[in-house]
C-alpha cells in the first residue's frame, strides 16, 4: 500500500525513491510486524484471558504441563495481524504471489482457529476430527498447487530443484499438484506438532523465515539468480516482504511466548505459519531446502509416524511419548534446555541450508 502511494511521489520528492527497492520495503515489513506484534500484544492476550481462551492441557501429556492449563492460547491471532498489516502496507499489491502466500496462511489459520475454538468450547483437548482437519488442509493444498501448476511463471514450475544438482530437475508435471499439497500439508502439521514447549515452534520458525527471506530475495533477482546459479523466478522479488513479516511476527510473539510463556499461538498460529513457510518454498523452488532448514520440524513429525507406526505393528513404544521433545521431557530434561538445544540446532540447519547457494 505505502509503495503504490508514495513511490509515484519520488518524481517531486526524491526521498520517497527508497519505496522502489524490495530491501527497503523488507526492513520496512520486519520493524512492522515486530511493532505490531510487541505493542497490541498485551491487549490481545487480556483479550484471550476474558474469553477465557485457556490452553487444554492433554490428561496423557509429561504432568509437568498441567501448570500450563490457564495460559491463554489462540495467541496466533496476533501473528496474523502483525504478518497481514506489514505484508499490506510494504509490498506491492499488484504481485499475485503476494496474494497467494497471504490468502494460503490465512485460509490455514481460519483451520486452525476453528480448531482451537472447538477445544475451547467443548472444554478438551478434542477440536476438529482429525478427518476434519486433514481434508481442509488438503484442499487449500491442492488449491495452491493447481494455482501454480494452472498458472505457472516460467518452465521450472512444475519441475523439482535438487540441491548440489542444478542440472538435473525431475519433471513432475500434472503430479507437481498433490506435491505441493503434500508440502504444504506436511510443513503445517509439522509446525504444529513442533509447538509443545514454550517457544519451541516460534524460534525455529523465525529461524527458517529469516533463511527464506533470503532465499526469495536471490530467486527474484535476476542477476543474484544468475550469479550463484540458482533458478529466477519471476514475481518472486516481492516475497522477501512477506517473508520478513513473518520474522518480525515471529520475534514479537517470542517476547510472550518464552519460557515461562504468557501466551501460547494454539493450531491457529502452528498451522498459518507452517503453510507460509511452505508457500514461500514452493513458489522460490526450494521445497528440499524447507526440508533442511525447517529440520527441527521434520524430526518432531517423523517422530510421531515412526511412534505410530512401530506401536502399531508391535504393540510398543519406541519413545516413551511423542513428538519426541516430550520423549526428552519425561526422561527427565528441563524445558527451558529442551527449548534452547531445539534453537541451537534449527540455527546450524539455517547455516547449512544458507551454504547451499555456493556449493551448486
Not at 533458478?231 to 511476527?249: C, D, K, M, N
Amino acid at each position: 500500500m505505502l509503495y503504490h502511494l508514495l513511490f509515484p511521489l519520488a518524481k517531486s520528492f526524491g526521498a520517497f525513491n527508497v519505496f522502489r527497492y524490495v530491501t527497503f520495503r523488507t526492513a520496512g515489513a520486519f520493524l512492522t510486524a515486530l511493532v505490531v506484534t510487541l505493542l497490541f500484544g498485551p491487549a490481545i492476550i487480556d483479550k484471550l484471558t476474558a474469553m477465557r481462551a485457556r490452553q487444554v492441557v492433554r490428561e496423557d501429556g509429561p504432568q509437568s504441563h498441567l501448570k500450563k492449563a490457564g495460559t491463554p492460547t489462540m495467541g496466533g491471532v496476533l501473528i496474523l495481524l502483525a504478518v497481514t498489516t506489514a505484508t499490506l502496507l510494504w509490498a506491492q499489491l499488484t504481485n499475485r504471489f503476494i496474494w497467494l502466500a497471504l490468502l494460503t496462511m490465512l485460509a490455514m489459520g481460519a483451520v486452525g482457529f476453528v480448531d482451537d475454538y472447538l477445544k475451547l468450547s467443548r472444554g478438551n483437548a478434542v477440536g476438529l476430527r482429525p478427518r476434519q482437519k486433514f481434508f481442509w488442509q488438503v484442499a487449500i493444498g491442492i488449491a495452491v498447487g493447481t494455482y501454480l501448476y494452472v498458472f505457472p511463471t516460467d518452465a521450472f514450475t512444475s519441475k523439482l530443484a535438487i540441491p548440489f544438482l542444478k542440472n538435473w530437475m525431475p519433471e513432475f508435471g500434472i503430479a507437481y499438484i498433490p506435491f505441493a499439497m503434500l508440502v504444504l500439508v506436511g510443513c503445517s502439521n509439522a509446525v504444529n506438532l513442533t509447538d509443545g514447549l514454550d517457544g519451541l515452534a516460534i524460534v525455529p520458525t523465525l529461524m527458517a523465515a529469516a533463511t527464506f527471506t533470503f532465499f526469495a530475495y536471490v530467486a527474484g533477482n535476476a542477476v543474484m539468480a544468475r550469479y550463484l546459479q540458482v533458478i529466477f523466478v519471476r514475481g518472486a522479488s516481492e516475497l522477501p516482504v512477506f517473508a520478513a513479516a513473518l520474522v518480525g511476527a515471529s520475534l514479537g510473539f517470542l517476547w510472550y511466548n518464552a519460557h515461562p510463556a504468557q501466551v501460547f499461538m494454539g493450531d491457529t498460529g502452528s498451522l498459518a505459519l507452517g503453510a507460509a513457510l511452505a508457500t514461500v518454498a514452493l513458489v522460490t523452488k526450494n521445497e528440499l531446502l524447507l526440508v533442511l532448514a525447517g529440520g527441527c520440524f521434520v524430526v518432531e513429525a517423523l517422530s510421531v509416524i515412526i511412534q505410530v507406526f512401530w506401536f502399531r505393528r508391535t504393540g510398543k513404544r519406541v519413545f516413551r511419548m511423542a513428538p519426541i521433545h516430550h520423549h526428552y521431557e519425561l526422561n527427565g530434561l528441563p524445558e527451558p534446555k529442551i527449548i534452547v538445544r531445539f534453537w541451537i540446532i534449527s540455527f546450524v540447519l539455517q547455516v547449512v541450508a544458507l551454504t547451499t547457494l555456493k556449493l551448486r
